[in-house]
């Protein structure tokens, strides 16, 4: 996963446009304000990626809800705190270069706990055998499904984005067919991408974050699903904490980043899987997939495969 909204239970799709299991913030409470306008779905969509693209360094949250199927409106939301007037400035700006020009509408929304709002309205998501789902959807697992559950308040990526999604369904396929003995997830956030791991071909992951609070989180999630035992979680900047020399060289590593810090982590990368073995890499914008792919390469990594999904790109990559 995947922001708050009023209308909680309506969500499709949502994301702070820091939970993409990429660069985390605490899950706090705030006064903000809610820049908000209405539009069909697929200028929905466009505007959605524009904005993650766009407000991603800020790590501002984005909501993007289904309000009325039959009707086609959908509403996008933009939740600010500070200077509101330059950020809807930029909306503005943003939505003037997609050639759109909305309405755009402001609620003031003190003191919510929008990520725990936001998770408890999410609908269960399915990613190849994987289901992803918070407490209330348990009812919802079938037979014979990977089910990994997320606490309504703990959302450092939750599966709903498509990055985390498009992670899920790339690592059922490397797992089946490589058989990896030992796995990194780096920049685990919630862990969803550690636990799918252990639980899909029961092997030792290593679970890093540099963030504290995403590593707490990540432990609680692992302990919920029942595979402490395979997951170990450690706050790690990088590469340069000994855990990856103890730990290492692994078979298969998943980061679900961005862009920029993979391309800068590829040599590292190359350092630290096995020979013969495997990345996944996502948190990519389609439009950023070459760029990814020839920073590896030049590592001496062969591009496998890619998988598309809302906008993003999960890539495989061997060395």
């Given at each position: 996963?995947?922001?708050?909204?009023?209308?909680?239970?309506?969500?499709?799709?949502?994301?702070?446009?820091?939970?993409?299991?990429?660069?985390?913030?605490?899950?706090?409470?705030?006064?903000?304000?809610?820049?908000?306008?209405?539009?069909?779905?697929?200028?929905?969509?466009?505007?959605?990626?524009?904005?993650?693209?766009?407000?991603?360094?800020?790590?501002?949250?984005?909501?993007?809800?289904?309000?009325?199927?039959?009707?086609?409106?959908?509403?996008?939301?933009?939740?600010?705190?500070?200077?509101?007037?330059?950020?809807?400035?930029?909306?503005?700006?943003?939505?003037?270069?997609?050639?759109?020009?909305?309405?755009?509408?402001?609620?003031?929304?003190?003191?919510?706990?929008?990520?725990?709002?936001?998770?408890?309205?999410?609908?269960?998501?399915?990613?190849?055998?994987?289901?992803?789902?918070?407490?209330?959807?348990?009812?919802?697992?079938?037979?014979?499904?990977?089910?990994?559950?997320?606490?309504?308040?703990?959302?450092?990526?939750?599966?709903?984005?498509?990055?985390?999604?498009?992670?899920?369904?790339?690592?059922?396929?490397?797992?089946?067919?490589?058989?990896?003995?030992?796995?990194?997830?780096?920049?685990?956030?919630?862990?969803?991408?550690?636990?799918?791991?252990?639980?899909?071909?029961?092997?030792?992951?290593?679970?890093?974050?540099?963030?504290?609070?995403?590593?707490?989180?990540?432990?609680?999630?692992?302990r919920l699903n029942h595979v402490k035992a395979l997951?170990?979680?450690?706050?790690?900047?990088?590469?340069?904490?000994?855990?990856?020399?103890?730990?290492?060289?692994?078979?298969?590593?998943?980061?679900?980043?961005?862009?920029?810090?993979?391309?800068?982590?590829?040599?590292?990368?190359?350092?630290?899987?096995?020979?013969?073995?495997?990345?996944?890499?996502?948190?990519?914008?389609?439009?950023?997939?070459?760029?990814?792919?020839?920073?590896?390469?030049?590592?001496?990594?062969?591009?496998?495969?890619?998988?598309?999904?809302?906008?993003?790109?999960?890539?495989?990559?061997?060395?």
């Amino acid at each position: 996963m995947h922001g708050p909204e009023s209308k909680v239970g309506a969500s499709e799709k949502w994301e702070p446009v820091f939970g993409q299991d990429h660069a985390h913030k605490e899950n706090r409470l705030m006064t903000q304000t809610r820049l908000y306008f209405t539009t069909g779905k697929i200028e929905a969509d466009r505007i959605f990626a524009a904005f993650e693209a766009a407000f991603e360094d800020e790590g501002l949250p984005i909501g993007l809800v289904e309000v009325d199927e039959d009707r086609d409106i959908h509403e996008v939301s933009l939740y600010a705190d500070g200077d509101v007037d330059a950020v809807e400035a930029r909306t503005k700006e943003i939505l003037a270069g997609l050639a759109l020009s909305r309405p755009i509408a402001r609620e003031p929304v003190p003191d919510v706990d929008w990520v725990t709002r936001s998770l408890e309205g999410l609908k269960p998501v399915r990613a190849g055998r994987f289901l992803v789902h918070g407490a209330h959807d348990r009812s919802k697992r079938h037979s014979g499904e990977l089910a990994i559950e997320i606490e309504a308040g703990l959302a450092f990526g939750t599966g709903h984005h498509g990055t985390t999604a498009g992670c899920l369904e790339m690592l059922e396929q490397v797992v089946r067919r490589e058989r990896p003995r030992n796995a990194l997830d780096l920049g685990t956030g919630s862990a969803v991408l550690a636990i799918a791991l252990a639980r899909l071909a029961h092997i030792p992951v290593l679970a890093t974050d540099i963030d504290q609070v995403a590593i707490k989180v990540a432990a609680a999630n692992a302990r919920l699903n029942h595979v402490k035992a395979l997951v170990e979680t450690v706050t790690a900047p990088g590469f340069h904490h000994p855990i990856f020399a103890a730990r290492g060289p692994f078979d298969l590593i998943v980061a679900n980043i961005l862009a920029r810090p993979l391309m800068r982590l590829a040599p590292e990368m190359a350092g630290h899987v096995a020979s013969g073995g495997s990345i996944v890499l996502s948190g990519i914008l389609d439009r950023q997939r070459d760029a990814v792919i020839s920073a590896y390469v030049g590592q001496q990594f062969r591009h496998v495969s890619t998988l598309h999904r809302e906008g993003w790109v999960t890539i495989h990559l061997k060395r």
